[in-house]
Protein backbone atom coordinates (compact mmCIF):
# COMPACT_ATOMS: atom_id res chain seq x y z
CA UNK A 1 0.00 0.00 0.00
CA UNK A 2 1.65 3.55 -0.75
CA UNK A 3 2.22 6.02 1.70
CA UNK A 4 -1.00 8.13 -0.11
CA UNK A 5 -3.44 4.97 0.02
CA UNK A 6 -2.70 4.20 3.40
CA UNK A 7 -3.18 7.99 4.72
CA UNK A 8 -6.58 7.88 3.07
CA UNK A 9 -7.59 4.56 4.37
CA UNK A 10 -6.46 5.72 8.05
CA UNK A 11 -8.42 8.96 7.68
CA UNK A 12 -11.67 7.29 5.93
CA UNK A 13 -11.14 4.99 9.35
CA UNK A 14 -10.96 7.43 11.64
CA UNK A 15 -14.12 9.33 10.07
CA UNK A 16 -16.34 6.24 10.56
CA UNK A 17 -15.40 5.63 14.36
CA UNK A 18 -16.27 9.25 14.33
CA UNK A 19 -19.47 9.04 13.10
CA UNK A 20 -20.34 5.97 15.00
CA UNK A 21 -19.28 7.25 18.31
CA UNK A 22 -21.73 10.59 16.92
CA UNK A 23 -24.62 8.22 16.24
CA UNK A 24 -24.06 5.87 19.61
CA UNK A 25 -24.33 9.27 21.62
CA UNK A 26 -26.74 11.92 19.93
CA UNK A 27 -29.05 9.36 18.09
CA UNK A 28 -28.27 10.78 14.63
CA UNK A 29 -27.17 9.16 11.59
CA UNK A 30 -23.44 10.54 10.46
CA UNK A 31 -21.63 9.65 7.55
CA UNK A 32 -18.31 10.40 5.28
CA UNK A 33 -18.64 13.76 3.03
CA UNK A 34 -17.42 12.33 -0.16
CA UNK A 35 -17.30 16.06 -1.53
CA UNK A 36 -14.37 16.47 0.80
CA UNK A 37 -12.26 14.67 -1.54
CA UNK A 38 -13.66 16.59 -4.65
CA UNK A 39 -13.65 20.16 -3.34
CA UNK A 40 -12.01 21.66 -0.26
CA UNK A 41 -13.73 23.21 2.36
CA UNK A 42 -16.44 20.79 3.24
CA UNK A 43 -15.78 19.36 6.39
CA UNK A 44 -15.26 15.63 6.68
CA UNK A 45 -18.97 14.30 8.43
CA UNK A 46 -22.02 15.12 7.16
CA UNK A 47 -24.52 16.11 8.73
CA UNK A 48 -22.95 18.99 10.47
CA UNK A 49 -22.94 18.03 14.11
CA UNK A 50 -25.37 21.15 15.41
CA UNK A 51 -23.82 23.94 14.39
CA UNK A 52 -20.50 22.41 14.03
CA UNK A 53 -18.53 21.19 10.92
CA UNK A 54 -16.31 18.14 11.57
CA UNK A 55 -12.47 18.24 10.38
CA UNK A 56 -11.34 14.48 11.53
CA UNK A 57 -7.47 13.97 11.69
CA UNK A 58 -6.65 10.19 12.74
CA UNK A 59 -2.86 10.79 12.89
CA UNK A 60 -0.14 10.04 15.83
CA UNK A 61 1.49 13.51 15.13
CA UNK A 62 -0.71 16.91 16.09
CA UNK A 63 -0.25 19.64 13.94
CA UNK A 64 -3.10 21.21 16.33
CA UNK A 65 -2.46 24.91 14.54
CA UNK A 66 -2.53 24.26 11.10
CA UNK A 67 -5.58 21.46 11.42
CA UNK A 68 -7.19 24.24 13.23
CA UNK A 69 -6.70 27.11 10.43
CA UNK A 70 -7.87 24.27 8.06
CA UNK A 71 -11.28 23.36 10.35
CA UNK A 72 -11.91 27.13 10.81
CA UNK A 73 -11.65 28.05 6.84
CA UNK A 74 -14.36 25.20 6.20
CA UNK A 75 -16.67 26.02 8.89
CA UNK A 76 -16.72 29.68 7.60
CA UNK A 77 -17.48 28.62 4.33
CA UNK A 78 -20.27 27.14 5.05
CA UNK A 79 -21.54 29.36 7.86
CA UNK A 80 -20.84 26.90 10.90
CA UNK A 81 -18.66 26.66 14.07
CA UNK A 82 -15.35 24.89 13.37
CA UNK A 83 -14.93 21.45 15.28
CA UNK A 84 -11.63 19.66 15.29
CA UNK A 85 -11.33 16.07 15.84
CA UNK A 86 -8.38 14.54 16.65
CA UNK A 87 -6.47 11.06 18.18
CA UNK A 88 -4.63 12.38 21.61
CA UNK A 89 -3.15 9.38 23.77
CA UNK A 90 -5.61 6.68 21.75
CA UNK A 91 -8.65 8.90 21.93
CA UNK A 92 -10.76 11.80 20.01
CA UNK A 93 -10.36 15.24 21.53
CA UNK A 94 -12.72 17.71 19.49
CA UNK A 95 -11.80 20.92 19.66
CA UNK A 96 -14.42 23.60 19.09
CA UNK A 97 -14.51 27.37 19.31
CA UNK A 98 -14.90 29.40 23.30
CA UNK A 99 -17.86 30.94 23.17
CA UNK A 100 -16.59 34.04 25.49
CA UNK A 101 -13.78 34.85 22.61
CA UNK A 102 -16.10 36.29 20.04
CA UNK A 103 -14.69 35.87 16.82
CA UNK A 104 -10.62 35.88 17.97
CA UNK A 105 -11.02 32.33 17.75
CA UNK A 106 -10.83 32.76 14.27
CA UNK A 107 -7.55 30.77 12.81
CA UNK A 108 -6.13 30.38 16.14
CA UNK A 109 -6.63 27.53 18.50
CA UNK A 110 -5.41 28.94 21.79
CA UNK A 111 -9.18 30.11 21.83
CA UNK A 112 -10.69 26.91 21.54
CA UNK A 113 -12.16 24.36 24.26
CA UNK A 114 -10.67 21.16 24.20
CA UNK A 115 -13.88 18.27 24.99
CA UNK A 116 -14.11 14.40 25.14
CA UNK A 117 -17.01 12.82 23.06
CA UNK A 118 -19.30 12.87 26.05
CA UNK A 119 -18.60 16.71 26.23
CA UNK A 120 -18.88 17.61 22.35
CA UNK A 121 -22.11 16.14 22.76
CA UNK A 122 -23.31 17.98 25.53
CA UNK A 123 -22.49 21.02 23.83
CA UNK A 124 -24.05 20.22 20.76
CA UNK A 125 -27.11 19.23 22.65
CA UNK A 126 -27.37 22.80 24.44
CA UNK A 127 -26.41 24.49 21.08
CA UNK A 128 -29.97 22.63 19.20
Avoid at 26 to 54: A, T
Avoid at 99 to 117: H, I, K, P, V
Wanted: net charge positive; aromatic share 10%; charged share 30%.
Amino acid sequence: MTGGKFSRDKGARGERDVCAKLEKELGIKFSRNLKQYQQSQHGDIEPPCGPYLLEVKNQDKQAIPAWWRQACAAATARGLLPCLVFKDKGKWAFLTPMDEAGRAWMNDADFANRNTLRGFCLRVREKL
